[in-house]
């Protein structure tokens, strides 16, 4: 299936052709489903704090930064806006084809009603040369949308004006940076925040932040140090055809697509903080409505603060002593905390087996990675969520579920997917290293058997492509992790151009 020609160029991407061909085992043979046990809700699963814990949690992070933790923001921002202005491109398709300025109208509305209330609306206004109400509908479509003007349909979302401030105006980069200095500035005051960017507009976000560096440091009493990476080609996945086959180019080289947001776990690896936050670009608040974002931030870091020290007790106690000198008193200590701490339930009849047996599988549960993830009550929006599920060595636990990985053809499963109470709105805070500072090695973790295939085309062709397990689902899989419920107000995602206008985007 792969020709000497083709094993040369997987290896110069710097992939291996063994995972080549397990990637297209898995087009063959799909991804198995998981096993969904019950939702995560409040008080089972999902821990809802009180007043005092988030005081509580928010002080001892104050404290542990005041003691020198490094700290470090993550946003993937690689992503291009073209779908949140998908309803203009479609009505700019239909204006181009003749469909006349009244029925298109119809579909726009709303959108041009309020165009003033966006807050690029004065960029849009100065190119135009007057007033956009008093131009025909397609000059202003592709004003906005092309490289005609100020081209948005084209950029990502990171570099689109979202909120007004006087007669200032700030991107969904800006924000993040504004919001980092709030509750992610390390001790000696810099803030250091990584976003994954797509090669072809990192000259744009670097002009960007020149831009905005000097006032933006002199507002929060900070050091921006922002680093960006992109997604490596080696995780690429190879396409292939509705029959399975590779999919080749003209010139007969193979296919690659990028991998989606499960590919970012490798930029993820490359960075060094004892904490990290995660959280989607297009997700930001204007300043009035930070507060609450800015108190659960701290108590959800504080709460993996204090949870990792217990952790890290345990593993120095692993580490350090066999299991002939352990006795039952703390693994049955050991055991309650792993099932009513971090929730995870062991393989069963595991504790009915050899002492030596248990003391290992509870040694590698406690030497992994943790996070702790906000989640939302389930309000509608579209998004993965918090379940108790079966992991593919027999444990039962906490993990981030996308409908796309449970069986469509399992009533049982789909109705205990229907009773899920919350969402994941990519609201984490994780540390990766271990009792000693070590880093662990991320890819250790994941489940490599949770991708997702989807139908794409490429120069008129049909294809299948293959994504790897999501960032915060199959690639942090392995991890352990506590979920916490947030307030909704800490969730403001921007999927639509017209979700501008919501009240939570729009001036106080």
Not at 42 to 51: A, E, W
Not at 72 to 78: G, I, N, R, T
Not at 287 to 304: E, M, R
């Amino acid at each position: 299936m792969l020709t000497e020609k083709d094993i040369i160029a997987i290896r110069g991407r710097g992939s291996d052709p063994e995972t080549v061909l397990k990637q297209l085992a898995y087009f063959r043979n799909g991804f198995p489903y998981l096993q969904i046990i019950k939702p995560a809700t409040v008080g089972d699963g999902i821990k809802r704090l009180t007043n005092n814990e988030i005081v509580e949690y928010g002080r001892y992070y104050d404290e542990s930064v005041l003691q020198g933790i490094s700290l470090l923001k993550f946003v993937p921002a690689s992503g291009a806006a073209s779908r949140m202005f998908q309803s203009l491109f479609e009505a700019k398709d239909k204006l181009e084809k003749g469909m006349s300025e009244e029925e298109v109208r119809k579909d726009l509305d709303y959108f041009l009603n309020n165009l003033q209330k966006f807050s690029f609306y004065g960029d849009l206004q100065r190119l135009l040369g007057k007033s956009p109400g008093q131009l025909p509908v397609l000059e202003i479509l592709d004003q906005l949308l092309t490289e005609k003007g100020l081209n948005y349909g084209n950029l990502p979302k990171g570099l689109l004006r979202f909120h007004q401030y006087g007669n200032k105006a700030r991107t969904s980069f800006g924000e993040h940076c504004i919001e980092g200095a709030l509750y992610a500035k390390n001790h000696d005051k810099t803030v250091r925040i990584h976003f994954t960017v797509s090669p072809e507009h990192l000259e744009r976000f670097n002009v960007h932040l020149d831009e905005i560096r000097k006032e933006f440091e002199r507002i929060t009493d900070s050091s921006l140090a922002i680093t960006f990476s992109e997604q490596k080609p080696s995780t690429d996945t190879v396409a292939v055809t509705p029959g399975n086959e590779p999919f080749r180019n003209e010139d007969g080289s193979l296919l690659f697509r990028p991998a989606g947001h499960g590919a970012l776990l490798e930029n993820l690896d490359d960075l060094d903080a004892d904490l990290v936050f995660i959280k989607n670009i297009d997700n930001v608040a204007p300043d009035y409505l930070k507060p609450a974002t800015i108190t659960y931030k701290k108590a959800l870091a504080g709460l993996l603060l204090k949870t990792q020290q217990h952790i890290f007790n345990y593993q120095h106690i692993f580490d350090t002593r066999h299991y002939s000198s352990l006795d039952s008193v703390f693994l049955a200590e050991a055991a309650n905390f792993l099932e009513n701490i971090l929730h995870v339930l062991p393989p069963e009849n595991l504790y009915y087996t050899e002492k030596e047996d248990l003391y290992y599988y509870l040694k590698s549960r406690f030497d992994r990675p943790l996070r702790v993830c906000g989640m939302v009550k389930n309000e509608g929006e579209p998004g993965g969520g918090p379940f108790w599920a079966k992991n593919r060595d027999g444990s039962v636990s906490l993990q981030i579920v996308e409908s796309s990985q449970i069986d469509p053809g399992d009533a049982d499963q789909i109705d205990i997917l229907k009773q899920s109470t919350h969402f994941n709105p990519v609201d984490l805070v994780c540390a990766f290293k271990n009792n000693q500072g070590k880093k662990y090695h991320l890819a250790d973790y994941r489940d490599p058997q949770s991708g997702f295939i989807a139908k794409k085309s490429k120069d008129g062709k049909e294809l299948k492509a293959q994504e790897l397990p999501g960032l915060w689902n199959g690639a942090m899989a392995g991890w352990n992790t506590l979920f916490v419920e947030v307030p909704i107000e800490t969730f403001n995602p921007v999927k639509t151009v017209n979700d501008l206008l919501r009240k939570e985007h729009q001036p106080e």
